[in-house]
């Protein structure tokens, strides 16, 4: 029995398992790229456009992260009443903290004014991730951040920027395969 016209009907997209098994990805976001909001990617996946980018000032890496992204949070809403509930947009969030400083100024200034700027002009930057092995995820046009910084109780503990970067999307990022050890 048919539940839709043969003209809904949708052209299934290619398998991913290779049937022999699961074959998994590591996890962890290593770093960020924060990009100028007008910089346009020819090939994301060329490292000399990388590294022309960054050298040109339009493209800057945050420090190592310790970050994760978790399922995005999803909005549902009915929206016939003879069918459940559709999903009409979606969350997606990545919690970090990030422990470096910088040992050129007092009290590492520049790692604050890097976060700084990120947190007082988000709609002027495109955002990246990339992980630990090697994709990159993104550009995300259009994201929000929140971040502070967290001084530990005592002296064997540690101060480091806390933080949150959200965007609004239902599709997932698809990664881009790139070197940028090194780079970025």
Do not use: H
């Not at 992204?69 to 549902?76: A, D, E, Q």
């Not at 007092?106 to 495109?126: C, E, R």
């Not at 090697?134 to 064997?156: A, K, L, S």
């Amino acid at each position: 029995m048919a539940i839709c016209p043969s003209a809904c009907a949708p052209t299934l997209p290619d398998s991913y398992s290779g049937g022999c098994g699961i074959i998994s990805r590591p996890g962890g976001i290593k770093k960020f790229a924060f990009i100028k909001c007008d910089y346009t990617f020819t090939d994301i996946t060329d490292t000399a456009e990388w590294t022309t980018a960054i050298t040109a000032g339009d493209i800057v890496g945050s420090g190592l992260v310790l970050a994760q992204k978790p399922k995005g949070s999803f909005t549902k809403k009915r929206i016939a009443s003879c069918e459940p509930e559709a999903v009409v947009g979606a969350e997606k969030s990545i919690t970090f903290q990030d422990y470096n400083t910088d040992t050129v100024t007092p009290g590492g200034s520049l790692a604050y004014d890097f976060w700084n700027s990120i947190l007082t002009q988000p709609q002027n930057f495109l955002f990246a991730y990339y992980t630990c092995d090697q994709y990159v995820y993104g550009p995300v046009t259009d994201f929000q951040i929140e971040i502070d910084e967290v001084i530990e109780d005592n002296d064997t503990g540690n101060t480091f920027f806390d933080g949150t970067i959200t965007w609004n999307d239902i599709l997932m990022n698809v990664p881009a395969s790139v070197d940028l050890d090194g780079i970025l």
